[in-house]
């Protein structure tokens, strides 16, 4: 599990969010995030190339860097599906020049997302991104890519490619399904759907809610000073 490092005082935060088309850009004390383009030509050198251009003006102690993809002990374990190559193995820190978290990118919004409790995240971007948090640890999981229907996987039934695929009505009950299967094998006490797609959703099921990717760069906060407490609850939750 990724346990968020307590400090005595909060450092100023330059949060990267890597996602399959975009690149965001947060920094502690601004108002707005910025973004660039990814894509499947993106490595990882050309990322911070372009971070370290863009945030030339800015102040920051610490990086946080959300990866689209299975992180173990802070450092990428599989290439991304969606990006280049040449991210297993990259020193981010070296590269960076700062002190650097690298967490995966649905744990970075999920935990920007989180309430107390026990709660589940989901993403819904380019693909399937999936984390649990229970009582402030964080679980990244690798759901997207496991068995769903008809021999396709989560992913291909709620990515983008899948909402383009289906349309918008079959790929919302797909996603109501989804939620459904995940909440009875997981039993979270409530669930957070984040990601880019998510605003495409009409309707929710019981004890879910809506994230926003903004979320992420408020996870980049809390992976160094973590602003929440095992003491808080979800709306509607039972203290045990």
């Known amino acids: 599990m990724v346990e968020p490092t307590k400090v005595s005082s909060p450092p100023s935060v330059l949060v990267v969010d890597v996602g399959g088309t975009h690149v965001k850009l947060w920094g502690s004390g601004r108002r707005a995030p910025i973004r660039f383009l990814s894509g ?33 002990h802070g450092h990428p374990i599989r290439e991304p599906y969606h990006l280049g190559s040449g991210w297993v193995g990259f020193n981010f820190r070296r590269a960076l020049g700062h002190r650097t978290k690298v967490v995966n990118d649905a744990a970075l919004q999920a935990l920007g997302s989180y309430r107390g409790g026990r709660m589940l995240f989901l993403g819904l971007g380019t693909g399937l991104g999936s984390a649990m948090i229970v009582d402030g640890k964080i679980e990244p999981f690798e759901l997207a ?3 769903y229907k008809k021999g396709r996987t989560f992913e291909e039934y709620v990515g983008d490619r899948a909402l383009h695929r289906l ?43 809506l994230g926003t990717n903004e979320n992420a760069f408020l996870g980049g906060v809390r992976l160094w000073d973590p602003p929440f407490g095992t003491s808080q609850r979800p709306p509607g939750s039972r203290k045990r």
Not at 42 to 48: A, I, K, S, Y
Not at 53 to 59: E, I, K
Not at 185 to 206: C, W
Request: aromatic residues 6%; glycine residues 8%.
């Open 145 to 147: 890519h496991l068995p």
């Open 167 to 209: 349309g918008k009505k079959k790929w919302r009950r797909h996603v109501a399904e989804v939620i459904r299967q995940l909440r009875a094998a997981l039993q979270p006490e409530y669930v957070v759907v984040g990601g880019g797609n998510a605003r495409r959703l009409k309707k929710l099921p019981a004890r879910t809610m």
């Open 40 to 72: 499947p030509k993106l490595t990882p050198e050309t990322m911070v190339q372009t971070v370290k251009r863009l945030t030339v003006r800015w102040r920051f102690e610490v990086v946080s860097v959300g990866y689209p993809g299975p992180v173990l």
